[in-house]
């Protein structure tokens, strides 16, 4: 069965730092991948997608970027981070229940 | 573009009584998947039920069910027999064309 590991689960980091979340996936080849940011209690909103290595869609203009560097990696980036920019932050994979998503654990990111 | 509505920011159930959510959506898609989603406290999601729009029959797990009105763009979903082990976010989302559209949740507690 298809896994989505995501770490850091916390993250404590000051305006203007960089960041870097990872999403790596298990158990399937070739999966669209998808970063969602959902702010307290609220629902999700979905950053970006990729369909493939290198292939990255943007649904959202803001401080953020992501990368498909291998198959099975989603990286959230940002060269200098906001306020704004605290959440939680989610990476999801295609389940194998059909057009299910799986999800990763989170990463807890608050910008001090 | 598409929408999905939970008009029900928060509801109440005692434990062992049937409670249902509402949820109702909007897509000019005819190839659709709807779903319902659990977030507890630690903010994992888990899928807990999903329905294909071409299926007039209503999808049932376990205590989980739902009232599939295609016509009226309703999709809701009934807990019977709540439980504590239930209270959580539940959110609804509508996926086609690579993304799932959520709702912006539910909080649902349960009175023991």
């Known amino acids: 069965s298809q896994t989505i590991h995501q770490w850091p689960a916390t993250l404590v980091q000051p305006v203007g730092s960089p960041l870097s979340l990872e999403c790596t996936v298990e158990g399937t080849s070739n999966p669209n991948l998808y970063w969602y940011r959902q702010a307290a209690g609220r629902g999700l909103q979905l950053l970006f997608y990729s369909v493939g290595i290198g292939q990255i869609s943007s649904e959202v203009p803001q401080n953020l970027s992501a990368s498909r560097p291998q198959d099975r990696q989603f990286i959230l980036s940002s060269k200098k981070l906001l306020l704004s920019d605290s959440g939680f932050y989610l990476c999801a994979g295609p389940a194998q229940v059909n057009y299910g998503y799986t999800f990763g654990s989170g990463t807890r990111l608050t910008v001090v | 573009a598409q929408t999905v509505t939970q008009s029900q920011p928060e509801m109440s159930v005692q434990e062992a009584e049937t409670v249902t959510l509402s949820c109702t959506y909007d897509?000019?898609?005819?190839?659709?998947?709807l779903f319902w989603y659990k977030q507890p406290p630690s903010r994992q999601m888990i899928l807990v039920i999903r329905?294909?729009?071409?299926k007039q029959q209503n999808a049932t797990e376990n205590r989980f069910s739902v009232n599939f009105q295609k016509a009226a763009k309703s999709f809701s979903l009934k807990i019977s027999d709540s439980q504590l082990g239930d209270a959580a976010m539940y959110f609804c989302?509508?996926?086609?064309?690579?993304?799932?559209?959520w709702g912006a949740g539910t909080k649902l507690i349960i009175k023991p």
């Open positions: 329905q294909e729009a071409y």
């Open positions: 989302a509508s996926y086609s064309n690579y993304q799932l559209i």
């Open positions: 897509t000019s898609e005819s190839d659709y998947y």
